[in-house]
């Protein structure tokens, strides 16, 4: 996984087509958590169609909702087996899912969810390997955001300093503006003044 590349909308793309790459996955995707919504936004899938669940509310059975809520992953080696399996008509082969929480600390993030054609795909392995993924995307995925804020406080800091130097070239120019005028109410008076 790439942590040197700082934009989280080309990053997670290029991180989920690199896994489903790297591993013959059928389908990989990352939710990130929305806390004001209390739901998993989508925000980087292998498949390039239009998947049906782009928002998964975190109170639903789901794999991802349990994965999310529980910090812990979850394995469904035979999704038809599964409950909280939620079926998208864009991804009809899927047989098996592995999801990872996404943690920052002990805060749960997201999920990476990896998918199979194969029932019975997943092994513990699997799990300690996504796992390991997951944890490298969630550095980058720091990274990203920590560059986000500091290029934010990098413009604030320049909206600041410009707002600063128009202060003080206003009033600068208030200042000469004022001098300019008193002088001239002065030359004027002292005219006015010799010509009785």
Known sequence: IDVQVLD??????????????????YHVQVFLLDREANDLVLRASSQSRSLEHRRIDLALSSINAQAARSG?????????????????????????????????????IGTLDVHSRRVGAFAEEDVVAVQSLGDQLVVA??????????RGLAILEERTRLARDLHDSATQSLYSLVLLTEGWRRLLSAGSGTQT
């Open 141 to 150: 995925i720091e990274n990203a955001h920590l560059y986000d804020q500091s």
């Open 8 to 25: 989280i909308d080309v990053l997670l793309p290029r991180v989920v087509e690199t896994i489903r790459e790297a591993f013959g996955y």
């Open 72 to 108: 812990k992953a979850v394995l469904a080696n035979d999704v038809l087996c599964e409950p909280g399996f939620l079926p998208d008509n864009q991804l009809p082969e899927t047989r098996a899912e592995l999801v990872i929480p996404l943690r920052l600390g002990n805060q749960v």
